[in-house]
């Protein structure tokens, strides 16, 4: 994580070619309750992006009239197209929560299509609750990838641009615009 100015942070997105700008709400370093906004940009475009902040100011605001202003298209600046995949009964078997590393083996139907998509070239993020408990959490399903892919995979609980697919057990899809089930 780095710091750019007040309560503006970059990071970058693990295996990809991109940053995450994170504004807080409070100036002090992210955690799950003072993030303001946060957005995912292509590493060959982000120090543009962040000389738009930092002659755009701190809100959200600011922030929309200097991407304008300096012709920052953040559709144009997000991450490479991935598929998300849940971890907990889609990718591995889930029985109930023990602890983070407590983690099922491997669905074959999946991990086959998983296995696919890598060596393909496709980026594949798990897209998992998980994330929400931290770097533990986080380093155990990454160490999961590694055992059963031989290299470890984003871990991420966040939709971006990017994302073409999402698999999940508890996801619905629905027509763009309509809310309507698409069966």
């Not at 998300?84 to 099922?104: F, K």
């Not at 609980?157 to 809310?179: C, F």
Request: hydrophobic letters at 35%; charged letters at 30%; a negative charge.
């Amino acid at each position: 994580m780095h710091h750019l100015q007040d309560g503006l942070f970059f990071q970058r997105i693990p295996n990809s070619h991109g940053v995450r700008l994170i504004k807080t709400k409070d100036g002090k370093e992210p955690n799950t309750d003072n993030v303001d906004w946060s957005c995912a940009v292509n590493e060959e475009r982000w120090a543009g992006v962040i000389a738009a902040v930092s002659l755009g100011g701190h809100s959200l605001e600011k922030w929309n009239r200097a991407r304008l202003l300096h012709g920052v298209d953040l559709d144009s600046l997000s991450e490479p197209d991935w598929y998300g995949v849940d971890l907990d009964r889609t990718l591995a078997r889930y029985e109930g929560w023990t602890h983070e590393g407590d983690i099922g083996e491997p669905i074959p139907a999946m991990f086959e299509r998983v296995k696919q998509w890598i060596e393909e070239g496709k980026i594949v993020k798990i897209f998992t609750a998980r994330a929400d408990h931290g770097p533990t959490a986080i380093k155990a399903v990454e160490g999961w990838c590694e055992k059963h892919f031989g290299r470890r995979l984003p871990v991420t609980n966040i939709k971006s641009h990017g994302l073409v697919e999402l698999w999940d057990d508890r996801a619905r899809q629905v027509r763009p615009n309509t809310g309507e089930l698409v069966c």
